[in-house]
């Protein structure tokens, strides 16, 4: 009887709600509907693929309106991305962008009703989400609406980059989220554009080397481990160049590793290179980098305080590392590193 009568009461306050302004409305809810008719989203039965270009146009729109840079609209879609992709979460659309909402954080905890998409009934139930497109309602599988929620949590407590990055932490409420998104957004704030999937491979196809796959080999030195990379061999000074577009996360030394440097890319992708004999000039933390560019060089450092070296043939040690949102773990970059081998060899003939 009891719960019979709280749906009776849920049933009456659904029916009152035409007459009741909804709390939660956001100025987005009405500047987003200007877009509408420009960007034509294209309905969840017809996925259609998109171009970067298109993808970037939708960041800025959406930019314009709420304040919060396009960098950072990208950088949350991107993240959101690589989660699903790590975490193999099953999509609600193929639309342009990767953000999700859950059914009851978009509609309410206490919705009855898991598929509204009523603006007063969602703002009632205190959901999240908005109308970005101007067709009057909030729906989860619609590119502008899902953008525009995200934009309103975004710029909850202001659209600074600092606010920005409270904000961020209180919706994800992780820290290494943040910093990804942090990383993401300053890698399409150096290149301007969202195509930055070209890889290149770590050594000059033109030099002497030599490698094969090495991933899961044992270790000695240190106490017994497996070897998470792959090593290149190659004579000493042979130019490290990165393998992908992204941002320098470590570099420094490692009592295992020697010289190293570490690179995060935007599919949230760990390249690490270990054992150089240098860096390359200038060369700092947060700095982007690009394809083939020079990191440093092949030498034999490590297995030892700063500035060991000769305890092994020089040679370059390269590892992947992947990250599901709280931990990171190694895999084998062998079939990556024939892959963008086979791609530069084409690409100089």
Not at 148 to 163: F, Q, V, Y
Not at 167 to 178: D, E, F, K, M, P
């Amino acid at each position: 009887m009891q719960r019979s009568a709280f749906w009776s009461k849920v049933l009456v306050l659904s029916l009152l709600l035409s007459t009741v302004t909804p709390t939660l409305s956001s100025h987005l809810d009405l500047a987003h509907a200007t877009v509408n008719n420009q960007l034509n989203p294209t309905p969840s039965s017809q996925p259609m693929k998109y171009t970067q270009a298109e993808r970037k146009e939708l960041f800025e729109r959406i930019s314009l309106l709420s304040g919060i840079p396009w960098t950072y609209l990208a950088a949350v879609d991107q993240y959101e991305k690589t989660m699903n992709a790590v975490r193999k979460r099953k999509t609600v659309h193929l639309g342009m962008t990767n953000i999700e909402f859950s059914e009851s954080a978009w509609v309410g905890v206490l919705n009855p009703d898991p598929q509204d998409t009523n603006l007063k009934s969602v703002a009632f139930f205190h959901g999240l989400g908005r109308d970005g497109s101007g067709d009057g309602m909030a729906d989860r599988t619609n590119d502008l609406d899902v953008l525009a929620t995200m934009a309103a949590i975004l710029s909850k407590n202001g659209t600074r980059i600092e606010n920005l990055h409270i904000n961020l932490w209180q919706y994800y409420q992780n820290a290494r989220s943040v910093d990804r998104i942090r990383q993401f957004a300053a890698i399409y704030e150096s290149l301007g554009t969202l195509e930055a999937n070209e890889h290149a491979f770590p050594l000059p196809i033109s030099a002497d080397y030599s490698y094969r796959s090495t991933w899961g080999d044992s270790r000695g030195w240190g106490g017994h481990r497996t070897h998470e990379g792959t090593d290149l061999f190659a004579h000493y000074g042979v130019p490290v160049r990165s393998t992908c577009y992204g941002i320098v996360e470590i570099k420094g030394w490692n009592p295992y590793g020697g010289w190293r440097i570490g690179i995060r890319d935007l599919n949230n992708i760990y390249h690490y290179y270990a054992h150089l004999s240098g860096f390359q000039k200038n060369i700092k933390i947060n700095d982007i980098v690009k394809p083939g560019q020079t990191l440093g060089w092949v030498g034999s450092s490590g297995y030892g305080k700063p500035g060991t070296s000769g305890k092994f043939p020089p040679h370059l040690h390269f590892g992947l590392y992947r990250d599901n949102g709280s931990t990171e773990w190694s895999y084998d970059p062998y079939p990556s590193l024939r892959r963008w081998e086979r791609e530069d060899r084409i690409k100089n003939k």
